[in-house]
């Protein structure tokens, strides 16, 4: 067989991968801008409803930050603006995850809250766009997903430091089919991109008095990339001696998190961005599911908060939307008014927040009839701050 010519093509579509993530390198090297929100005459906070339940569990969280930050928007120094358009019917209608205008808008706030939005996959009506949540995190270079997980009664008190843009997710979109038998994607690690979520895991261990961190790769099959993320890891660790870092394959660590005798030793974890995505989604079951779970994706100017799971399609043609639970939302906005420097704000939604999801159970979400509406609840926690 003579492969010369999908040998050139290949090798023409990776060079222009290289050429991408050699300027991002010097791009992230050099970015020394970040955001002081404690310096901002008026804090600007877009609010972007997203697809099948997005709107739905938004709204929940758009009223809540009216009624705690009334007298702050009274007085013009916050701003909730709607940022119209990050639907999947105008993503497709415009060929891209983030169209222009709507990026745009984006880049002149401050801070984001995310609805989920819908990644089109084979076989659906949609064209095959990339996913808005990771065209976002890199159009921003969010570049950790902070992911906390709490379960009081079992001993649970996990913060996940996931890395959010680089690893699987940097180029996934743009893999290559050397010929049709044959197809690849690329893994990519970076210097600054492995410590900067590295130092913010451990700035954030020792602030909060947390003295251990797991570091969490598969670098004994993955060698190169994932083998850098972790000897990164390793080295500034050395400048945290009070922390005990230990480290981790993500397949025992996943069977880990189940052992109950063990699982409570853990606090902190750092993990590349695809082993973030996995094991996150089975913490949050612990917690009660992957709709009480809030996330943060953090830069250095920007930032955007978010649930950690996606638009829920199922419940929407089943007719159940108006029954989605609301809680990761809303403790996404716990983050966001912490993030922004509002932490009494913060600390009222989140006791707010324990006491209808965990203690006086007054209304219980179920997703279905037999529960409350997304509505009912956000009524309740309002009346519980
Ligand atoms: C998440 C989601 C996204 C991800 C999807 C929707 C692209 O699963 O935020 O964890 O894989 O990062
Ligand atoms: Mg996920």
């Not at 415009?94 to 706030?109: F, H, Q, S, T, Y």
Request: proline share 3%.
């Amino acid at each position: 067989m003579d492969y010369s010519k999908a040998i050139e093509e290949a090798l023409k579509k990776y060079e222009e991968l290289l050429l991408g993530q050699l300027e991002r390198v010097e791009r992230i090297n050099s970015s020394k801008e970040t955001t002081d929100f404690s310096k901002l005459d008026r804090i600007v906070i877009g609010i972007c409803g997203g697809d099948g339940i997005g709107p739905v569990i938004s709204a929940a969280s758009r009223r809540v930050l009216g009624s705690l930050l009334a007298d702050r928007i009274k007085d013009g120094k916050v701003e909730l603006r709607e940022i119209e358009g990050l639907t999947i019917e105008n993503r497709a209608a415009a060929g891209k995850a983030i169209p222009d205008d709507v990026l745009a808008e984006l880049k002149k706030c401050h801070v984001i809250l995310k609805g989920p939005t819908t990644t089109p996959r084979a076989g659906d009506p949609w064209p095959n766009i990339e996913s808005a949540n990771v065209a976002m995190r890199r159009e921003l270079d969010l570049f950790a997903n902070v992911r906390p997980v709490k379960v009081p009664e079992k001993g649970i008190d996990w913060t996940f430091f996931r890395e959010n843009t680089e690893g699987g997710y940097a180029v996934g979109s743009k893999g290559i089919n050397v010929t049709d038998d044959l197809a690849l994607d690329y893994v990519v690690t970076t210097t600054e991109g492995t410590s900067r979520i590295a130092r913010l895991a451990f700035e954030y261990a020792r602030r909060n008095g947390k003295n251990r961190v797991s570091i969490v790769t598969k670098a004994n099959v993955i060698k190169t990339t994932d083998g850098k993320f972790l000897r990164i890891c390793e080295e500034i660790a050395k400048e945290y001696p009070e922390i005990t870092t230990d480290e981790w394959f993500i397949d025992i660590m996943t069977a880990k998190l189940v052992d109950e005798k063990r699982r409570t030793d853990f606090q902190v974890f750092i993990l590349p961005n695809l082993y973030g995505d996995i094991i996150t989604d089975e913490a949050a079951e612990f917690q009660g599911g992957v709709g009480t779970a809030g996330s943060a994706n953090i830069g250095k100017r920007y930032a955007m908060f978010e649930a950690i799971h996606g638009s829920a399609p199922r419940m929407v043609n089943e007719g159940r939307a108006k029954y989605a639970d609301p809680c990761s939302m809303l403790r996404a906005t716990v983050m966001m008014l912490s993030h922004i420097g509002f932490q009494t704000e913060a600390d009222k939604l989140s006791a707010a927040l324990d006491r209808c999801m965990f203690e006086e159970k007054k209304f219980v979400i179920t997703g279905r009839d037999n529960g409350a509406t997304c509505e009912q609840f956000a009524e309740y926690v309002m009346e519980n701050i």
